[in-house]
């Protein structure tokens, strides 16, 4: 039988993943229980009062760097996690200061880096 008769009926499909320029997540939790920053490692000296995290997951995934930065430099939140191989970034601060964090990211990334952007959520 010829060869090429045989593979002529066959498809053969290749997919990849190929991650857009996004941030899927942007989520303040405000006046957290304590409990909740001991279980994620983060600074048990921090006085509770009025304070907020922030989560935030990017892609590429390199932008945390980027938007960690942003963050520190816009409002002086605390930087707790930046994981550049995931997109996930975490930082903390009062909850006036990780609100605007938040909106100083997401306002960079659309409107700087053409990023598309999910809503700002809060617990």
């Known amino acids: 039988m010829d060869q090429s008769l045989m593979f002529q009926n066959n498809m053969r499909l290749i997919q990849e993943t190929v991650p857009g320029k996004q941030i899927t997540l942007a989520h303040i939790i405000a006046n957290p229980d304590p409990v909740i920053y001991h279980k994620l490692g983060l600074d048990p000296k921090l006085d509770y009062t009025g304070s907020a995290i922030g989560i935030m997951t990017v892609t590429p995934s390199e932008t945390t760097i980027i938007c960690a ?55």
């Open 69 to 123: 930065d942003i963050a520190i430099k816009s409002t002086g939140v605390d930087l707790s996690f930046v994981d550049r191989f995931s997109g996930t970034l975490i930082f903390t601060g009062l909850v006036a200061q990780v609100e605007q964090a938040m909106v100083d990211l997401t306002e960079y990334c659309e409107n700087r880096l053409g990023y598309t952007v999910c809503d700002i959520t809060k617990t």
